[in-house]
């Protein structure tokens, strides 16, 4: 596993880097290994280097200085996992994770706090909070919510404040940006000493925006956990009218350090799940949230919640667009990357064709044109399908095509192509590889067949030879060894190569194509010329298919010899 840093920029965004090699340069310069985009960060300020022992961290000579762990380092200091590096106002975390400024503890609530459900809210036949922001005078009456000690009707600057809350969250802004304006409403509606936005990733409460006062900054934030599990898993509006009064709530850490005396969370409900969680809390000031201020939370909390959601959606849709348009430009250059046309072999037909059944695809084909009369034909499937394999096919056909150019034998060729791609194929990949050399001196096919599906060679008579692997597939072991074999082609032979995309084409009943299929096809089809024998099977598959989609790429390359 490769050593890794966890940046912290500036503005609070995380990004993981892995690191290797010898040593790695950071600082503003563009130059840099790793460019921190913080103008506290000198052009060349710390680097990097690997040793036997580890990585160490040095300081390129800056003015402001390289802190590990908060102390000014002079010298070369070998990095433990966890240990943090301070840049300018950038952290970085060597082989390790961000430490959350906010720590749940586990206490019980405590006193007679007061819980609003959000389900019981929204069977309530009239939104109460209509009557609110109408300014009818009085909080209407709602019968989960207990009213000993309302304070009445909602004031004229809250109900003008949900207002623009639901007026403001229409439009698009970027994502922290959204999130940012909902604490800035939730603080001029109720006010509060210390907020935090909660957003669930991965089962995990995860603290998107922290409001605290300048003074507690740099102090860590503990807040019950009873709370906010009340709030997230059973979907309720939480408030704690005296905090400090309560024996058993009065022994959390959180109070005591702080003193609070008023606690409100609140669940992030999009109509369909709880997402995050708002909570807020106020010092000193006994009953400083009431009933009215915990109903105006629930609201904001719930238009924020599918504004985020909403946001979100937005979001993916566009990196959804923007990755069709990558995708498509990346589908163009893959064909550009196979062969426009055949090559001109006197006395022969040959064709070719690749269909992904994504925007890109991990087969590949391509024909070459060799001195002393003789051409190659290649065929190649990598293990897996989509952008992933496309990018190592890529990588395949140009070291398959440098290699060609040496013009070894076709057994040489494969035994170095799989000796220099076995370092850069991932342990769960390879490439089945067909290559063969047709030399029209004597009509002899020279072959290598590295674990791909055997070609069928029909021969004029109607009798059909496979032509089998002679070793395993490209990438799959560091030394593998192959041997070529020869067959003969006569007037009127055609020899079919594919990919394994035809032969396991399914239908909706999970049915595959099958080589028996393929293989009756191809010889009723002899006559036809290689694009149409292809186009006749291409037309077979999507037949058998159904409308089922094309589950694997499909390749095939079709060479014959002219009759006499």
């Not at 309530?124 to 009818?136: A, F, R």
């Not at 309720?236 to 009218?241: K, L």
């Not at 000796?419 to 096919?445: C, E, K, M, W």
């Not at 009798?463 to 041997?483: C, I």
Request: charged fraction near 25%; proline fraction near 6%.
């Amino acid at each position: 596993m490769l050593d890794y840093l966890m940046i912290v920029s500036p503005d609070k965004e995380i990004f993981r880097r892995e690191i290797d090699g010898e040593s790695i340069r950071i600082g503003r310069a563009s130059e840099s290994d790793l460019v921190l985009d913080d103008p506290f960060v000198s052009r060349k300020h710390a680097i990097l280097e690997h040793g036997p022992d580890g990585w160490s961290l040095l300081d390129a000579g800056n003015k402001v200085g390289t802190f590990l762990n908060e102390k000014r380092i002079t010298e070369p200091t070998l990095l433990q996992a966890g240990d943090s590096i301070r840049l300018g106002k950038t952290c970085l975390i060597f082989n390790g994770s961000i430490p959350s400024p906010v720590e749940f503890v586990d206490r019980p609530l405590g006193g007679e706090p007061d819980f609003i459900s959000i389900d019981e809210i929204i069977s309530t036949p009239t939104n109460p909070l209509l009557g609110m922001v109408t300014g009818s005078g009085s909080l209407p009456s709602l019968s989960p919510f207990p009213t000993k000690g309302m304070h009445g009707a909602i004031s004229q600057k809250a109900a003008r404040i949900i207002y623009e809350a639901d007026k403001e969250l229409i439009f698009h802004r970027p994502f922290k940006e959204i999130l940012n304006k909902i604490m800035d409403f939730v603080h001029q509606a109720i006010g509060f000493d210390r907020g935090i936005l909660f957003l669930e990733k991965k089962g995990e409460l995860v603290p998107e925006v922290i409001r605290v006062p300048a003074g507690l900054s740099s102090q860590p934030i503990t807040i019950s956990r009873t709370v906010t599990e009340r709030a997230f898993r059973k979907r309720e509006s939480v408030r704690i009218s005296d905090a400090l009064i309560d024996e058993r709530l009065g022994q959390e850490i959180s109070v005591q350090d702080h003193h609070i005396r008023s606690v409100m969370c609140v669940p992030l409900w999009n109509h369909r799940k709880v997402i995050g969680l708002i909570y807020v809390d106020n010092q000193n000031i006994p009953n400083q949230f009431n009933q009215t201020d915990l109903l105006v939370l629930t609201h904001l909390a719930i238009v924020a919640a599918v504004k985020i959601e909403r946001q979100r959606l937005f979001d993916e849709t566009i990196s959804i667009r923007i990755l069709e348009k990558e995708l498509h430009k990346a589908a163009e250059i893959q064909q550009h990357l196979l062969p426009r046309k055949a090559p001109e072999i006197p006395g022969y037909l040959l064709h070719g064709t690749s269909l992904p059944c994504l925007a890109v695809g991990g087969d590949t084909f391509d024909f070459l044109s060799l001195p002393g009369g003789r051409f190659g034909i290649c065929l190649g499937d990598v293990a897996g399908k989509g952008l992933s394999a496309a990018m190592l096919m890529c990588t395949f056909q140009a070291s398959m095509r440098a290699l060609t150019h040496l013009d070894l034998p076709p057994e040489e060729t494969v035994i170095r192509l799989n000796r220099l791609l076995y370092p850069q194929i991932p342990a769960n990949r390879f490439v089945t590889f067909f290559l063969g050399i047709l030399d029209l001196a004597d009509h002899s096919l020279r072959y290598v067949n590295a674990g791909h599906d055997w070609p069928i060679l029909l021969r004029a008579g109607g009798k059909t030879d496979t032509l089998p692997a002679t070793g395993v597939p490209v990438g799959s072991f560091e030394n593998n060894r192959y041997e070529a074999r020869m067959v003969n082609f006569e007037p009127g032979d055609t020899l079919l190569c594919y990919s394994d995309g035809v032969t396991e084409a399914r239908n909706g009943k999970k049915d595959f194509f099958g080589l028996e299929r393929l293989s009756e096809l191809f010889r009723k089809n002899q006559g036809g010329s290689p694009s149409e024998i292809i186009q006749t099977i291409v037309a077979e598959i999507q037949q058998h298919q159904s409308g089922a989609p094309q589950s694997d790429d499909i390749t095939m390359v079709v060479l014959q010899r002219a009759s006499v």
